[in-house]
């Protein structure tokens, strides 16, 4: 019984584990700086973030505020994935001169492509305002008044904070709600794409490989931080020069050994590891199936389409890939949430939970929390459903609806706050419209429209749906909407929204695909929004109190790290392989061989160029080869998620190493249960990175930017 106990104890204890963490910056040298050494560190949390002195954190920017880069020369050169700039290297693609395919390398500075509205954010200052954030506000007990005031707090702070003209003062609430961090930050809007390799390098393997290991792609590309005379950020101008950056990472062509240290710097978007089990299972159960199938059903038409016309194929590529790396990692963390047997896990972790509320005699805080949730997400169930399918429907995989959604809140921003609201918003609108139209079409979207509008009118609970589309042909409302509305074209939407804005709601008002989201969106609005969000506001109190109680109630030696929230973040781990099944061991590098083991002749994933055959054949791997054989990917323990992409792999010493793109399939689960066992991130090997500039394209005054270094290593000491 005794041992049962130990072993139960164990178990919940390893439900927020030994490894895996996402920490901040700032607090590493209180929190992580030992156990980082003890893996085999040689810095100092120092080195890593320093506010006075120029530090790693400020060669580690936010790239167009979702994933990360990183500064690898002295001329602000910075290193993403080539899937985090793809939308940018579409944009200055055509049939003709198509750089998804055929790669892109800037010979020279004048040869590099300026990409309007993207922007790169460093931080310069990390400070805890928690006691600031909450004054005046422990006392309000209604939820949604101390929100109000938690809002009203950090917006006075957000202007009064000190800071340079030039930057820009973030708050941000960590452990949710429990701490508030504020940023000083540097955002950069000139950036210049630089070079890329061809998909066949950068998304070899494409959608049959993303989310799995061995990988081997080349998933990198370069862009360029430009900056005014005085070095400061600036829009973009021929007059701008290449940013001197405060710091940049030397490159190492040293490699990487299993159990080697690594560290991933970057920005992680979001998390939810402390979920109560119930809310698990409703994801596990009702909300990621729910998901699934429905861009089961989009992806599918996308892809007939795509495989068809060429032109098609460009102007989807970028939204197909975005649709289908959710749908493709929802079904690995359904699987992994399920096969690492997460929900019975987190049910231990509340039982035990709920002892030492018990034994701290806390039940007065603590006490109804988890009875509390069981209530709440019983009852959020068909809001939550609803809700899922409305976004998914209507706002992310039909087009028209989803154009037609954003002349909705038009609308509404009219009659709340009139003609000089409305035409600021339909000026912004017009710009956005104009290169979403271009990649278009309708004769795709309608195809989409007809099927989802389907499982929308079928598979959402019925009773929270507008009537009016239960009781319709929806084959022929589509066909119909597609003829008639002004929608289909950016002509049509340009000449509906033309005149003053009275006019311009009128013309609206009498179009048929407009006046179709405006009854699915005033139903939304209606029957299932204020609902949700009450809902849901309860649950978000609920959460704060109980990430409260973990933390004051967890052991010393427990590692309570903060959700992600897009903020910087530090991972650290070793490179290390995995068994994802009974007598199977991957191990944590692959090579070109495997590139050549994969390659299909003439297929869209796994084709070869003739180029990388030929360096392969003739082992022209130049100073970057090892043993002979070129090194693609490797997989370490670091806790990544989505927002990570594009983040630096760094070695002991602070070198680059590799850059974080993914992780494996068995491990997709991470965001809501990290189980070390199986949970890796995938980096490209920088020195694949290296060979693709200087032996593939030729671009080795890239290379001379750049410093390489070759650490030593002790293997000794590295091996534990
Ligand atoms: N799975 C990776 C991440 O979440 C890479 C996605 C890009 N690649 C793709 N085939 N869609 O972003
Ligand atoms: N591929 C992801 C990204 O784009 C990283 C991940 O989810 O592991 O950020």
Known sequence: MKFLRILLLFVCFSAFSQQGGMWIPSLLEGMNEKEMKSLGMKMTAKDIYDVNNSSMKDAVPHFNNGCTSEVISPKGLILTNHHCGYGQIQSHSTVENDYLEKGFWAMSLSEELANPGMVVTFIVKIEDVTSKVLENTQTISNEADKQKKIQENISALTNSLPKESWQENRIRTFYDGNQYIWFVVETFKDIRLVGAPPSSIGKFGSDTDNWVWPRHTGDFALFRIYADKNNRPAAYSSENVPYTPKHYFPVSTSGVQENDFTMVFGYPGRTQEYLPAVAVEQIVNDLNPAKIEIRDVALKIQDGFMRKDKAIKIQYAAKFASVANYWKKWIGENKGLIKSNAIQIKKDFEKDFMNKVAKAGKQNEYGNLLSEF?????????????????????????????????????????????????????????????????????T??????????????????????????????????????????????????????????????????????????KMLADAYNKNVAPKFDEINLKNTALQRTYMKGILELSPKEARIFPDANSTLRVTYGKVKGYAPADAVYYSPVTYLEGVMEKYIPGDYEFDVSPKLIELYNAKDYGPYGENGKMPVNFIGTNHTTGGNSGSPAIDAHGNLIGLNFDRVWEGTMSDIYYDPEICRNIMVDVRYILFVIDKYANANHLIDEMTLVTPKKNKKKSKK
Do not use: C, H, W
Request: net charge negative; hydrophobic share 40%.
């Open 444 to 517: 795709v979207d309608e195809k989409v429209m007809e099927q989802l509008i389907e499982m929308y009118a079928t598979k959402s609970p019925k009773e929270l749906l507008p009537q009016e589309l239960l009781n319709q042909d929806l084959k022929a409302k589509t066909a119909e909407i597609f003829k008639t509305s002004k929608l289909s074209s950016y002509n049509g939407l340009k000449e509906m929204l033309s005149g003053d804005a009275k006019t311009a709601v009128a013309t609206m008002n009498q179009d048929s695909g407009y006046l179709f989201v």
């Open 374 to 442: 069981e209530t709440n997400y019983k009852a959020i169930a068909p809001y939550a459903l609803s809700r899922d399918y409305f976004m998914e429907v209507v706002m992310r995989n039909t087009e028209l609806l989803s154009f037609g959604y954003r002349l909705y809140q038009l609308e509404q921003l009219y009659n709340l706050r009139g003609e000089q609201a409305f035409n600021d918003r339909k000026t912004n609108l017009l710009m956005g419209f104009e290169e979403l139209y271009k990649d278009f079409n309708a």
